[in-house]
């Protein structure tokens, strides 16, 4: 595999702060990629970062070879990479149908925004075809704030595959989910990359569900790359035991 994105040295500081220091990590395309660490350790930060969201103040980051360091999350979309965001982001007094359009109408490249909705075909079919693959059909209609919040996040989810990115940042995609809709947010994760060929970086709380899940696991702590590696090789690492771990248990 090679890596579609290439994380080289990045820091930022907010007054005397050093939110992240000189962070460097590759994730590979088609693979699932985890940042972990404990509270306060800078996973979120470096997710900003990596998004677009904050500006770097050192380092880069090149996506699919192509420097795009501090660019705007717009600017990140064109280039094929969709985040998601921790706190749940929809349109909850709109139907589930249209949440997904507005996300698909970015696939008429501005020249639906004047048309009749019935002839923004390509957004129309993407989201036919998001309804079937997240299994939200039967609630098409229904306003997205009335979904339970398992459903929601599923939504949220769709909402950022919409515009087909080749690159899926999630934001702590399970926080809040019962067990059984963790377990099914874990499966989808693992089709999106395993059978749809996506490339996903994700920022999660859960260990047991990022030591399953995972590719390559990233661990931060106090702002700095801790550790790094395949998951059974993080986890027996001493270090991460002592930050990570330990403090979990």
Known sequence: ????????????????????????FQAMAGAITAVIGPNGAGKSTLFNLVSGAIRPSAGTVRFDGRDVTGLPPDRMLDAGLSRSFQITNLFFELPVRENLRLAAQYLEQGH???????????AAQRV???????????????LAGFLSHGE?????????LASRPRMLLL??????????????????IRRLAREDGLSIL???HDVDLVMDLSDHVVVM??????????P?????????QAAYFGEAH
């Open 1 to 24: 595999m090679s890596a579609i994105l290439s994380v080289d040295g990045v820091s930022v500081q907010f007054g005397a702060l050093k939110a992240v220091q000189e962070v460097s």
């Open 112 to 122: 639906g925004l004047l048309r009749p909705l019935s002839r923004s075909a390509r």
């Open 128 to 142: 036919e075809e998001l309804l079937a693959q997240f299994e939200l059909a039967r609630k098409a209609d229904e």
């Open 152 to 160: 929601q996040r599923r939504l949220e989810i769709a909402v950022a």
């Open 171 to 188: 934001d702590e995609p399970t926080q809040g989910m019962s067990h059984a809709d963790t377990r099914d947010t874990e499966v989808l």
């Open 202 to 204: 994700l920022v999660e």
């Open 221 to 230: 702590h106090q702002g700095q790359k801790l550790a790094e590696g395949a």
């Open 232 to 240: 059974a090789a993080v986890r027996a690492n001493a270090a991460v």
